[in-house]
């Protein structure tokens, strides 16, 4: 089955596309990654979208124009991938949409909702539309997150010792594979959400991140305002849990820094850096790790990967490519996994990781133009994950 991936992370600004086939192997499920296309929110959506965001408040009028304006973002990018990495030929695109909001109350998650409305891929790309994948584990009881972690287990099930699978995207959140017992995910804290924040605060907006880490590279971490961020609760709460942009945003760092207005920008840069390092250090070490395999936006920033390698000690950190996975297109190609895995019937959570009361068969399904034609189901799960290389 050749399945197109969508997803758009917390930091919102691109769509990207994976496009991978995929088959059952025995107990194997072997993903030939096929590529990715990515296109860049309009900036004026980008901008509605970020108006639109917690803490700010917004409208039912504002919700519906960005649901249909998210929606047509992404048929675009579906049918930019369909043309050009399947030849027309895809068979599902599984779309993770747009998280706008993670309804998360004494650390029970009650709700989450992800925009852009699948109707628009289907009706411009024709094919079938897996959308919807978090609030099935929420009803049954999960954390909706990290959803990925079924595909992190497969991926990482027989590497020795305790791998661990990272990602660093708006929130930084990691997958422990590998040891005796059940698997665990959880979300451990910002990845670059406070990073974005601080440049696009103070830069007046005029930069959105720190390109390759250069400004935290040339600020010193103040260590007043480190401490005062470490003494965030949320850090020394067990798994499973789930935070967001819900928690982390400017406003939450703009109260931190009262008092430190002396701080230039590079200077809190460097600092909010430090602590994603050490927040998923702390996280990684606690869980015994014996390896580290990074993805996402977070491995561009070579300020922020250095700072981690440090935090880290002797635990060896190294990205998803050297497994046979691009770091930046690997969260795409694990929702193109997830929509296999519905199309068959087959359960997408691991309730040991989310939380849940139950493995669920995750998602809503969009007819395309020539109706719902899905594989049978499959006797099995698979218990692996393979890559296979052209």
Not at 17 to 33: F, I, K, N, Q, V
Not at 120 to 147: F, Y
């Amino acid at each position: 089955m050749r399945v197109i991936g969508l997803m758009s992370g917390t930091s919102y600004d691109a769509v990207d596309a994976a496009a991978a086939d995929l088959a059952m192997e025995g107990d194997s499920l072997l993903l030939t990654p096929l590529g990715m296309v990515s296109e860049p929110y309009p900036e004026e959506l980008r901008t509605a979208l970020a108006a639109a965001l917690p803490p700010a408040s917004t409208t039912m009028e504002d919700v519906c124009r960005l649901d249909t304006r998210v929606g047509q973002a992404f048929a675009a990018v579906a049918t930019r991938a369909d043309r050009e990495l399947c030849d027309g030929r895809a068979d599902l695109v599984v779309s993770h949409g747009q998280t706008v909001y993670h309804w998360v109350e004494q650390g029970r998650v009650h709700g989450t909702l992800q925009i852009g409305s699948p109707c628009w891929i289907a009706e411009a790309t024709g094919l079938p539309v897996v959308s919807d994948l978090r609030t099935r584990d929420v009803a049954a009881g999960g954390q909706g997150a990290p959803l990925v972690s079924i595909v992190d287990v497969m991926w990482l099930r027989g590497r020795p010792g305790v791998p661990v699978a990272l990602n660093l995207g708006g929130i930084a959140n990691l997958t422990v594979a590998g040891a005796a017992g059940d698997p665990v995910a959880f979300d451990t804290g910002p990845a670059n959400a406070l990073i974005d924040a601080a440049v696009h605060a103070l830069t007046n907006g005029r930069l959105g991140y720190d390109r390759d880490g250069e400004m935290a590279a040339q600020g010193v971490v103040d260590t007043a305002l480190l401490r005062h961020l470490l003494d965030e609760p949320y850090y020394a709460k067990p798994p499973p849990k789930t935070t967001g942009k819900e928690l982390f945003h400017w406003p939450y760092l703009q109260a931190a820094l009262t008092g430190s207005e002396r701080l230039r920008t590079e200077d809190v840069v460097a600092t909010v850096t430090r602590l994603t390092a050490l927040t998923v250090a702390d996280a990684v070490h606690a869980a015994g790790a014996s390896e580290v395999i990074a993805s996402g936006g977070g491995t561009l920033n070579a300020t922020l990967m250095s700072m981690l390698r440090t935090a880290l000690h002797s635990v060896p950190l190294r990205t998803s490519d050297d497994l046979g996975l691009p770091s930046a297109a690997k969260e795409a190609y694990a929702f193109a996994v997830l929509g296999y895995l519905t199309a068959h019937g087959l359960a997408g959570t691991i309730p040991a990781c989310t939380g849940a009361r139950r493995p669920s068969v995750l998602g809503s399904i969009t007819p395309g133009s020539r109706g719902l034609r899905l594989p049978e189901p499959a006797a099995t799960s698979p218990l692996r994950l393979r890559t296979v290389v052209l």
